[in-house]
């Protein structure tokens, strides 16, 4: 009776250990500018991570409204919270402004931008942009060496550029702007899928051709929680390697 009294005992307290003891807990890091801050999809990423993985999810929102890349950069080299953030962080989820061009894209405008065709500019703003890219990513592997991590980026359709120039641009100037726009875009998915990120196209197509309404803010630029449900379901549907096959 005494041993099976003891037995009964023993698994009582192996069955609280396993029933009472914490989730494990994810650092997942959002940075960039109001692709993220305005929208959804942080959060339902995070549910989605919750649900599927059973895990505790420590979510930290670091992108912020108008935040251009180089602000972004600047923070990356200096600011030791974001940094440690990112150490500790099971989860990176970053945008690089589609914005990134409109400095240079409004001397464009102005006939300022220099060189014989007005484009000097412009092709030094993808240079920088490039350049700015790199740096990112390269610190993003600095800070996670040894540990894995998933990444999660985003590539841009051009729709966008309604709202940044609806009625500011000829057909001419478009094709130009978004000529610059689009090799960054090949620059950007070519080098993150070389690193091993997960690269989500967000509504891709002509700019005559925007996401459906019901996808968008009144705004026409930022993501509803329709929109952003569609994008946080790609972040699921990509899985949780290098975690989980």
Known sequence: MKILVRL????????????????ETWDVVTMGDSFLARSSIPEQYAAFLAEDLGVEVNLNERAVNGQEPEKLLSNLRSDE????LIRDAEVIAFDFSPGWGSHADLKYFLGTCGGDDNQDCEREALDQAKAD???????????TAGKP???????????????????????????????YFYEFQA????????????????????????PPAEYLQADKLHLSDVGSLVISSLMREAGYSPFKP
């Open 8 to 23: 009964t005992i023993q698994i009582a307290v192996l069955f609280s250990l396993f029933t009472c003891a914490p989730k």
């Open 81 to 84: 919270e974001l940094r440690q």
């Open 133 to 143: 890219w790199t740096e990112m990513a390269d610190i993003f592997a600095e800070l």
């Open 149 to 179: 991590v998933i990444y999660h980026t985003f590539i841009f359709g051009d729709w966008p550029y309604d709202g940044y120039y609806k009625d500011k641009t000829t057909p001419e100037e478009r094709a130009v702007l978004l000529g």
């Open 187 to 210: 620059f950007q998915e070519s080098d993150a899928l070389a690193r091993g990120m997960f690269v989500h196209h967000v509504f891709p197509g002509e700019a005559d051709d925007s």
